[in-house]
């Protein structure tokens, strides 16, 4: 169950088991737990570590959505279809919209001009 502080309740099954568990110990709210567990998960691959780092970052309030998603760009530059990061992308853009941050003019194409 996703508490407030959460991006989305249930952690991605893109995850190897144990960064699913640091996913769901965020969407609990036990962020010194979560902490833990990714200080002591070097042997997980590099890019999901950073991805779970901006999750709990956000979820902390140290990092705004916009600039996490920015970051999550980034992934999806380089791989397109990289799993966890359009999972936490969709997260974060859900979250930012759910707060009122997130702008119409940005998230549309503009209409289709007129001519008169």
């Known amino acids: 169950m996703a508490t407030q502080n959460s991006t989305t309740p249930g952690a ?4 190897p088991p144990q960064l699913r568990g640091v996913a769901q110990l965020i969407d609990a709210g036990r962020f010194g737990e979560a902490r833990e567990r990714l200080d002591q998960s070097f042997d997980q691959p590099a890019d999901l570590l950073q991805l779970m780092r901006l999750k709990l970052s956000v979820a902390e309030h140290l990092l705004d959505p916009s600039s996490a998603l920015e970051s999550v760009l980034t992934f999806l530059m380089a791989d397109p279809q990289h799993p966890t990061a359009l999972e936490l992308y969709r ?4 979250l930012q919209y759910s707060s ?3 702008s119409f003019s940005h998230s549309h194409p503009p209409p289709p001009l007129r001519t008169r």
């Open 12 to 15: 991605p099954l893109t995850l």
């Open 100 to 102: 009122g941050h997130s």
């Open 91 to 94: 997260e974060l853009s859900m």
